[in-house]
């Protein structure tokens, strides 16, 4: 029997009962059973404690093995954790002002892409009224909105406290501008439930360009259209052609 592969710092006492035995049976006669039946019992007696011992092993590497499992999903959901902290604005889910700067950039390596920034009318009266808990509600609020008027391709993300910017891949201005349109009618008609029954509403500017382009490109055209739409009245969109920017009929 080879017993080379027994680590002999382990099973050291296994290794000389298999010896003794070995020896003994090959003395071993007929004449001398008691000695075989002594030798046979030391090596039942070193092995039971080996199997003892190796079960006992096996049951610690399977804890462990266990533990490590769980160790390591644990891990893996606390990176996830942290990756979308790192990424999503903390009040509403939705991607940070970083996060959506990067995701447009990523997009515009290949594809054109129309740009909708929007800033709540009046946001500050409401900070000022009512408190920064109101404020965030309605924050939440027009959130809801964007998100259950949006395609499915775009992305939204908060970009400032009140303004938000949705990445709208492969859509043209004019498709854009109906995007931003349905959105602000959303607002319009949502029941924010102001303590003095106010509503809320949202200015708009539109942008479009090719692919190739850049963030800060597509967001300072629609910006200016956010601006204009502003300075003539608020709760209107605005889409800008190039350096032109046109008021949309509400």
Avoid at 41 to 53: D, F, I, K, S, W
Avoid at 65 to 85: A, D, I, P, V
Avoid at 115 to 122: N, Q, Y
Avoid at 145 to 167: D, Y
Wanted: glycine share 6%; with cysteine; hydrophobic share 40%.
């Amino acid at each position: 029997m080879d017993t080379c592969t027994v680590p002999p710092d382990l099973f050291e006492a296994e290794h000389r009962a298999l010896l003794a035995a070995q020896a003994t049976y090959d003395s071993c006669s007929a004449a001398a059973p008691d000695r075989c039946h002594q030798a046979l019992g030391r090596l039942l007696t070193a092995y039971e404690r080996l199997l003892r011992e190796t079960r006992r092993l096996v049951r610690r590497s399977d804890r462990a093995e266990l533990e490590m499992t769980q160790l390591n999903h644990q891990l893996q959901e606390l990176t996830r954790q942290l990756e979308y902290r790192a990424t999503h604005d903390s009040l509403t889910g939705i991607f940070n002002r970083a996060a959506i700067i990067d995701l447009v950039n990523r997009h515009f390596v290949n594809q054109d892409l129309a740009l909708i920034v929007l800033d709540i009318d009046h946001f500050k009266r409401v900070n000022d009224s009512f408190g920064h808990p109101v404020g965030d509600r309605v924050i939440v609020g027009v959130v809801d909105c964007l998100q259950r008027v949006v395609p499915a391709t775009a992305s939204i993300g908060r970009v400032g406290g009140e303004e938000f910017t949705v990445l709208l891949p492969g859509l043209s201005a004019e498709a854009a501008e109906q995007v931003a349109q349905a959105v602000r009618q959303a607002i319009e008609v949502h029941a924010f439930d102001l303590p003095d029954g106010s509503g809320i509403t949202a200015s708009f500017g539109v942008s479009w360009f090719p692919a190739g382009g850049r963030f800060d490109d597509a967001y300072n055209l629609a910006d200016e259209a956010l601006y204009q739409a502003k300075r003539n009245g608020r709760n209107q969109v605005a889409r800008a052609l190039g350096p032109t920017v046109i008021l949309a009929a509400t």
